[in-house]
């Protein structure tokens, strides 16, 4: 017989999936002889049948009520009460998460795990068999997350492939501000896809519990923030690409090249089939408020700023860390792991900078680094590689970017084109902030937009006029004395680094020092920088020629320094200070010299506001570019070879000069 009242929602469902239930077949004949006798019956029970199959396919396979809350196909609850030797166990489905380093935990509002920047997070591995999940039309990804701080790319759960030339598969994440969902849409079979991302509107609040959960169900990416929707796009559509993914990353967000770590808590991460309801997520919320209305407990310890390299010589180099409280930092490390070599600092300290030295020219290797706290608190980063300069002539590279001031997603994508291009070594033009004092933004627009380059890449800054010779500078980067003026070697390169803000002109003390090291040099390649340019095509700097102004084409206070490079044969000398690219024909004498003249090259792209060039070109223009860059150049032997980048990795200028 048919049912009495309203047929159940998942009714048909379960006659598929159990086989036919001969008292609702026994029903069909019933309703199939009086709806032959009764015309409007029949329309009526049609029209009826119609809007209960529209009711199943655009809300019941969403989320199903039915039968309660809808089940995740994967759930993880992150409390130090489930850790058992490094691994947290499912409370749904079995996918443990094999944790790469210990975590600390937070007692309030919730029993959390805390990840401190470090070598955190974890992997869901797939087991004989038995790939992790995949769901291929819809998808949602839940977390209760407390971020402590933003990244250029950071994930809560993920599992996910990213790069410039392709991507597959999904990734619950931040940026430096603001929740972000990516998914690659396109389905199996069709190679690497373009990941779609979805930005909330509004900036994420640090050091918070959120509930922030991504869906998909096919046609539609949304992004909900504690039980509202923080964003949607209608971008993406069909199947989920999985294209080169097989682990779910939880933590962290972790592809084949990228490993950049999560700073805060984590409590409870699910993965679902379906693309839940707002309705759901709402009353999810609304269920757990408590964690949002109770004020969180201070964070545990982490890294304020990532170990990063500085000043490698021919036998030695530098790593440098800040860690939110006093802390004793161990560098272990050698030609490849395990190592069998380590160096420990003296006593605890929040800021750390630890020599390693007694190395041989040319030589590499990798190191990480392992903090305790008085009270046994851990943490340690992932394995990383360092080298030392060599003293032959073998080939090498050396990236550039400059004037990073007060934009870290600009940084951040220029920063990953350099270390893309994986050069021995970076310089900096200086303006590395925008407030010198502002120790925000040494943090959170400098080091943590290039972590993962300054955790394996070695810097060489100058100073700029927007550091105003603060402390800071002095504190955080490691150079030899007096550090505003130095030199180094690379090879058979030489390098001099100037500080422009100080008098350049002929008989001061920095001249007199350049020339007598220019002097003294017997490098093949000569390379100077400082921070402003002594020719520059820039429409306002030296003179605002939109305004009908004669332009200086340069620093007037930087020119006498020309006739110095001339006279030592310098090849090149690199500039910031202007926010854009230019590159000038050789010059000598104030004139083209392709034989014996010095290149200038502006690179000042890397975050600041950017700027124009002259409405007119000057002689000495040769290239120009206005767009976020960095400069990279190859040297071997007799020949240089210089190009630019822009932020998406395109090349947009190069030279070769040979000796």
Known sequence: MVPNGPVPQNFMEKQARFGKMTSWSFGQERLRYHSMKNPLLFISITLFVALLIYYQKEVGDSDDHSNGPPRPI?????????????????TVGNWPITLHAQPQTIKAPVDALYFGGGLTGGSVLSQKNKPTPAPKEAISLLSWVRLDA????????????????????TYLGYDETHWIFGLTPGGPGIGEGRLQILRSAKPMEKGKWSLVVATYDGKEMRLFVNGELAAESRAALGPINWYRTDRWSIGQFSDENEKVPMIGALREVEIYDKALTQETIRTRFISQLARVQTESVGSPLHFVIAPYLQFPDTHSFRVCMETSQPVTATIEYGPEAPFNLKTTSKGLETFHEIPIGGLQPGSMGYYRVICTGPAGEHLETTILPWQTAPIDSVPFSFAIIGDTQGNAPATGKVANIMKELRPHFALHLGDVVNEGHDKRQWVEELFRPSQELFGQVPLFPTMGNHEKNHPNYYKYFSLPSPEYRYSYTWGDAAFFVLDSNKPMARGTEQYNWLDDALGKSQARWKFCYHHHPVYSSDNNDFGDTFAGKRSLYGDPK????????????????????????????PIKNGKLDETGGVVYVTSGGGGGSLENFTPTPEWFKAANRVDYHTTFVNIRNNTLELRAFDKEGILFDQYLKTK
Do not use: Q
């Not at 759930?75 to 499912?90: D, F, M, N, Q, Y």
């Open 74 to 90: 994967a759930a993880w609850v992150l409390e130090a009460s489930r850790l058992t030797k490094g691994t947290i166990s499912s």
């Open 150 to 169: 933003g990244a250029r790319k950071g994930g809560i759960i993920g599992r996910i492939e990213d790069n410039r030339y392709g991507a597959g598969g």
């Open 558 to 585: 930087l020119r006498p320094l020309a006739p110095l490079y001339e006279k030592h044969k310098v090849d090149m000398v690199f500039c910031g200070h202007v926010h854009l690219y230019e590159r000038t024909h």
